[in-house]
């Protein structure tokens, strides 16, 4: 063991074992007051990620009823529309209806009066074709005695006829 305490070597490298010890207390606390530090910033960091995944969360939650809310919300505006358009088809359906029957009921009575005019101008024609015909007939047919003898009958039915 002597030979080693007597070696150059040896006590280099004791003082630089020394020397190292020397630098590295100061260093140390330094590079543990630096780690400390590291270590309070990574759970600072932490800390804020964890608090901002617990905020989304609850932003995720909100955004996830707003959307059931506005979900449920189109649903009863489509229902309304639908009830609103099935009302509105059914008046027009009635209103139609409606419509056509007055149509109808005028068409109906514009082919009565029509048919109502054609019977008179009918009747009219006929009384037209009977009188020529009479006039006719009896212009053809009698004389001007029994013509005489045919307006003194008249004449004297003639009370009979008046009441």
Same mark, same amino acid.
């Given at each position: *063991? ?11 490298? $004791? =003082?630089? %074992? %020394?020397?190292?010890? =020397?630098?590295?207390?100061? /260093?140390?606390? @330094? %590079? =543990?007051? !630096?780690?400390?530090?590291? /270590? !309070?910033?990574?759970? @600072? ?5 964890? #608090? ?13 009823? &707003?959307?059931?809310? !506005? ?16 009302? #509105? @088809? ?15 009921? *005028?068409?109906?009575? &514009? $082919?009565?009066?029509?048919? /109502? ?9 006929? $009384? +037209?074709?009977?009188? @020529?015909? !009479?006039? &006719?007939? %009896?212009? +053809?047919?009698? +004389?001007?005695?029994? /013509? ?6 008249? $004449?004297?039915?003639?009370?009979? &006829?008046?009441?």
């Amino acid at each position: *063991m002597d030979h080693i305490l007597q070696s150059p070597e040896f006590w280099v490298a $004791i =003082g630089f %074992i %020394i020397l190292m010890g =020397g630098l590295f207390k100061p /260093a140390g606390k @330094a %590079i =543990g007051a !630096a780690l400390d530090g590291r /270590a !309070a910033k990574i759970k @600072a960091t932490l800390d804020e990620a964890a #608090q901002l995944r617990e905020e989304a969360q609850h932003l995720l939650a909100e955004y996830q009823r &707003k959307q059931r809310d !506005a979900v449920k919300e189109l649903e009863e505006i489509l229902a309304r529309a639908r009830d609103d358009a099935e009302h #509105q @088809a059914q008046e027009a359906t009635e209103n139609l209806e409606r419509t056509l029957a007055r149509r109808e009921e *005028m068409a109906r009575e &514009k $082919i009565a009066m029509a048919e /109502a005019e054609a019977l008179q101008e009918v009747r009219e024609i006929a $009384i +037209d074709v009977a009188l @020529a015909a !009479a006039r &006719k007939l %009896i212009t +053809d047919h009698l +004389d001007e005695t029994r /013509a005489n003898q045919l307006i003194d009958n008249a $004449i004297a039915e003639l009370p009979n &006829k008046v009441h």
